[in-house]
């Protein structure tokens, strides 16, 4: 076997310490190399080593180098930015038809405080009314020619089952309603968070009034009260939830319609007609306002859970039911059910071009400004009535 241990190590110690441009470092290394070189010739083995030595030198440092650069990853995400964070409420609406006709009724006008769902302007929409109609006569008359075919089978077992699935639908309906009530009672808890009036500067000796009674409205807001001075003595005017005006005195006088109360200590410094107080309403700096709140969320899911598993009562009773009506033939039913569902559709269809010829707020809160009148042609999706939601998220 031919020895190449030496030109080997003299090689990779020139490639490995000296890089391509190094000068080699001892005379001796310089002969002997020389001495190789000029024998090479004779050898062709050891050329072939060689070379296949360098190849596997090259392939390893180039290897080195390609996986530090494919592992390299930037470690600087401060660019990433979520474009949904910190967006603001929009609470002003633009409302108008959705469909085009003459105006029939305009029932607001700038400046009234409307509640969610009531209609603010309709349409003369006679065709549009008539096809709602005929659309619930068509689906009514669907529904009872279904319950007609899945009534034809009789039997206690038949009897039994339809009992079921009205003792289910009872349930729901049932449940609903039950947690409904708890749930608006958790949120008047949460709405009553030790109600008070906080002064908005340092009055000294003057003292704050003192708020009784309990909220019974469902918006969420403030009430700013400023007292001044008037012929019969000093009065607080407040604004906010409510406008309006009640005399200082030691009696609770109520403020606005929603169940509060305000009145001031007999030793109060109540002359100076410059004190301005706040309420809000829920006060989101009181004790119970986290337990409340906590418990207005434990309603919701109590609720949503116990509606769920209602309805799903109510689901395995009408699956049962369907599985014991054996006496009606399958293709019959098919039948039924598909003109039902065609007829309520059809109801649908015709329910929202109705929808389109009203104008309804779709949340509490206050006109702006009306740019339609009656007997005017509406255009669709032109700006109608200006609106400002009162709801706000918890």
Excluded: W
């Excluded at 009181?286 to 509606?307: D, P």
């Excluded at 009203?358 to 609106?387: H, K, L, R």
């Amino acid at each position: 076997m031919v020895r190449i241990e030496k030109p080997l190590n003299v090689l990779l110690e020139f490639l490995l310490q000296n890089n391509s441009s190094s000068r080699i470092s001892s005379l001796q290394d310089k002969q002997f190399m020389k001495q190789h070189i000029k024998t090479l010739h004779h050898h062709p083995k050891r050329v072939i080593i060689i070379s296949l030595t360098i190849a596997l030198i090259i392939g390893f440092l180039g290897y080195l180098a390609i996986s530090k650069s494919r592992n390299f990853t930037p470690s600087d995400n401060s660019a990433l930015i979520n474009p949904n964070e910190n967006s603001p409420s929009v609470r002003n609406l633009t409302l108008g038809f959705l469909a085009a006709g003459r105006i029939k009724s305009v029932s607001v006008k700038a400046g009234d405080v409307v509640k969610k769902g009531q209609v603010l302007a309709t349409l003369d929409a006679g065709n549009v009314v008539g096809a709602l109609d005929q659309a619930k006569a068509s689906y009514a008359i669907a529904q009872a020619n279904y319950q007609k075919i899945i009534n034809g089978a009789t039997g206690p077992t038949i009897d039994v089952a339809k009992a079921t699935v009205n003792t289910a639908k009872v349930s729901l309906n049932e449940i609903t309603k039950q947690q409904e009530v708890l749930v608006n009672n958790a949120y008047k808890s949460l709405l009553n968070s030790s109600i008070q009036a906080v002064a908005v500067s340092d009055y000294g000796a003057i003292t704050a009034p003192v708020i009784t009674g309990t909220y019974d409205c469902s918006n969420e807001g403030v009430y700013n009260l400023n007292t001044y001075t008037s012929s019969n003595g000093t009065s607080v005017y407040y604004t906010g939830l409510e406008t309006g005006s009640v005399l200082s005195t030691n009696a609770p006088k109520a403020i606005g319609t929603c169940g509060l109360f305000l009145s001031y200590p007999s030793s109060a410094g109540i002359l100076t007609p410059v004190a301005q107080f706040v309420i809000q309403i829920p006060n989101k700096s009181a004790a119970n306002y986290t337990s409340n709140l906590n418990a207005y969320q434990l309603a919701l899911q109590n609720k949503e859970q116990a509606i769920a598993g209602a309805q799903a009562t109510l689901d395995q009773a009408n699956a049962n039911l369907t599985s014991i009506v054996t006496t009606a033939r399958p293709e019959d039913v098919a039948t039924a059910q598909a003109q039902m569902e065609n007829a309520n559709g059809a109801l649908k269809i015709a329910q929202a071009a109705y929808d389109n010829t009203i104008i309804v707020a779709p949340a509490d809160g206050t006109v702006t400004s009306v740019a339609i009148t009656p007997g005017q042609i509406a255009v669709p999706n032109a700006s109608a009535i200006e609106f400002i939601s009162n709801s706000s998220s918890n």
